[in-house]
């Protein structure tokens, strides 16, 4: 059964760089799948912010692309994320999770707990 | 403002029939991709409810049903029961956008 679960600083600066990690297990990351962070800012809808291939192919939200990286970590079986000159803006729950293939697009299945990151001074 | 648009809020009574629409365009649904949906209680992970529009995940009871046509898709849920209040979404993919697309999310109350 694989399962996913975030960790990272609950607290941001303003300006500062957001970074979680994803770790994984059941499954090796190495062996396939897409991998997948999304996040929900309180009182709103989940927004797709990138993915990465197992490869190491990324793919990013266009309106974050300028400010996302994600990695992985096969050696630790764990993907990440970092954000740079985050606002107030980027307070939400962060969510990773397993992307499955189908014939035309990818599904968020399963996914991690969450974690709420706010950013303040 | 989501690609997908739905419902901000749909409700019904228990045992009744609700749906719930996603409408795209023709750089999403209407381009042919595939939609999911997503059941979102408050302080837990979103769960998988239906994938490749139709497709049930094994322990998702059969109350729960997906249909795509044209540029729209929909949840259906029948016998609807009190803890089935949540929010729903959908996800598909814009090819104007390149990336992976939600809906704004339903909030579903169970009278």
Do not use: M
């Not at chain 1, 990272?8 to 962070?37: F, H, Q």
């Not at chain 2, 999403?28 to 529009?53: E, F, M, R, S």
């Not at chain 2, 898709?73 to 209040?85: V, Y």
């Amino acid at each position: 059964q694989v399962q996913l679960q975030e960790s990272g600083p609950g607290l941001v600066k303003p300006s500062e760089t957001l970074s979680l990690t994803c770790a994984v297990s059941g499954y090796s990351i190495s062996s396939g799948y897409y991998w997948g962070w999304i996040r929900q800012p309180p009182g709103r809808g989940l927004e797709w912010i990138g993915s990465i291939y197992h490869s190491g192919s990324t793919y990013y939200n266009p309106s974050l692309k300028s400010r996302v990286t994600i990695s992985v970590d096969t050696s630790k079986n764990q993907f990440s994320l970092k954000l740079s000159s985050v606002t107030a803006a980027d307070t939400a729950v962060y969510y990773c999770a397993r992307e499955g293939v189908g014939a035309t697009t990818t599904w968020f299945d399963p996914w991690g707990q969450g974690t709420l990151v706010t950013v303040s001074s | 403002q989501s690609v997908l648009t739905q419902p901000p809020s749909v409700s019904g009574a228990p045992g009744q029939r609700v749906t719930i629409s996603c409408t795209g365009s023709s750089s999403n649904i209407g381009a042919g991709y595939d939609v999911h949906w997503y059941q979102h209680l408050p302080g837990t992970a979103p769960k998988l409810l239906i994938y490749g529009n139709s497709n049930r995940p094994s322990g998702v009871p059969d109350r729960f049903s997906g249909s795509k046509s044209g540029t729209s898709a929909s949840l259906a849920i029948t016998g609807l029961q009190a803890e089935d209040e949540a929010d729903y979404y959908c996800q598909s993919y814009d090819s104007r956008l390149s990336g992976r697309v939600f809906g704004g999310g339903t909030k579903l109350t169970v009278l």
